[in-house]
């Protein structure tokens, strides 16, 4: 499992990724891990082209969450899924935990992680 994390104001975020052959599961959140709005997202199949996304459970952070999971799937090049449980604003958990998952996938290429 990929990790990584940021503290702010005494609270800390966290990003956990859990990568197989064929998808990444990701988990944003504070604290202790909880499920928040899942989203999915698939890559695009050649260049040129849009993978698709959704939300597929939750009501808060509808954008985010979509955003993460279309980020993931662009980055690992493989279907993602991923859930995000925060306190934050909608645009500052985006760069928060868009900063996080660019940090776990660094970590992992360095062979830190």
């Known amino acids: ?30 604290g202790q891990m909880k499920m928040g709005t899942l989203a999915v997202s698939t890559p695009r199949l050649r260049e040129g082209t849009v ?16 955003a993460l999971a279309e980020r993931s799937a662009a980055i690992f090049n493989k279907m993602s899924l991923i859930s995000l449980n925060t306190s934050l604003t909608e645009g500052e958990a985006l760069r928060i935990y868009s900063r996080l998952l660019d940090k776990a996938r660094g970590a992992s290429k360095a062979g830190i992680i």
């Not at 698709?52 to 985010?64: F, N, P």
């Open 51 to 66: 993978g698709t996304s959704s939300v597929l459970l939750g009501g808060k952070y509808l954008i985010a969450a979509r």
């Open 1 to 30: 499992m990929l990790e990584a994390s940021f503290e702010r104001d005494g609270t800390i975020h966290k990003a956990s990724l859990l990568q197989m052959d064929n998808a990444v599961f990701a988990f944003f959140y504070e």
